[in-house]
């Protein structure tokens, strides 16, 4: 099972990547390994492969619905979460790479092909499904990686990265077009704010504070939070706490009150009163 806190802590300063090469595939199951991925966002590049089920996925405000066989392709810097659907059951795969794998000094068609995607300069789809260009490749090759990772003999790491070049080669040469970059600004700009929640959840955080780490005023901010992201930041930050709350439930014996106040809440009724109406069950039945 994937530990929740390399997940959601990958933009942290450790490797998530064996045997020197950084690509690794990470298997989940939502919920039966987690309820929730909250939006978080990361430098590595992410492929969601669904092998089974359904789900719902959030991209930069977005809301996705997939299901098995489709792929989300999030680069470097997208606001994402995942979520379980209605009560369906999801098992994917995470893939996560460094981008700086393919590249080197003095390497025009990194420079010229890749880095914009890397960017996010490009207009690409960020869920690809059967009928949309491009979909072939990517599954071709994630599979072919899967099957080389599952035996990792010999120079296994050379043929993982040449299909990772020929997935990308086929995209660069498929997608071309320069995207209007306004709202990915707009995004940039609560980036500090999301990563903040995820590394302080447990702290008192106030309105005040984030709006002035996003450069706003309070009113400003509570209203350009909603237009990004759909929900105010209070909704936001109390539905982040209470997803860390019901991982800690299931893979840990800690007390409801102590694991109410290790999430931030302060007054252990208003965490069961919230709890509950998330998961239409308390604490306790939750753990059950």
Not at 77 to 95: C, K, L, P, S
Not at 117 to 146: C, H, Q, W
Not at 229 to 257: C, I, K, Q, W
Request: proline share 3%; hydrophobic share 40%; glycine share 6%.
């Amino acid at each position: 099972m994937l530990n929740i806190d390399e997940y959601q802590s990958i933009h942290e300063m450790k490797s998530h990547f064996d045997y020197n090469i950084p690509y690794n595939t990470y298997p989940c199951t939502i919920p039966l390994d987690f309820d929730s991925v909250p939006m978080h966002w990361h430098e590595d590049v992410e492929f969601i492969y669904i092998k089974k089920g359904a789900g719902v996925i959030i991209i930069d405000g977005d809301e996705c619905q997939v299901k098995a066989g489709d792929i989300a392709f999030l680069l470097p810097g997208r606001v994402h979460g995942i979520f379980q659907w209605a009560d369906e059951t999801m098992e994917y795969e995470n893939i996560i790479f460094d981008s700086k794998m393919f590249s080197s000094t003095q390497d025009e068609f990194y420079d010229k092909f890749l880095l914009p995607f890397f960017e996010n300069a490009v207009d690409i789809p960020v869920i690809f499904r059967p009928g949309i260009t491009g979909y072939e490749s990517i599954k071709r090759y994630l599979d072919a990686n899967d099957n080389i990772s599952s035996h990792r003999e010999g120079a296994w790491g050379l043929a993982i990265k040449g299909n990772m070049y020929l997935l990308l080669f086929s995209l660069v040469t498929l997608y071309e077009d320069r995207i209007d970059s306004t709202k990915q600004k707009k995004i940039d700009r609560l980036k500090p704010v999301i990563k903040y929640v995820e590394l302080n959840y447990g702290e008192q955080i106030t309105v005040a504070e984030m709006a002035e780490l996003a450069g706003f005023s309070e009113s400003h901010f509570m209203r350009f939070f909603k237009e990004v992201f759909g929900v105010s930041f209070v909704t936001y930050l109390n539905d982040y706490r209470l997803s860390m709350a019901a991982r800690m439930l299931l893979s840990t014996e800690e007390t409801v009150l102590n694991i109410s106040q290790q999430v931030g809440f302060e007054n252990l009724s208003h965490f069961n009163r919230q709890f509950k109406r998330k998961y239409d069950k308390t604490p306790r039945e939750y753990r059950r």
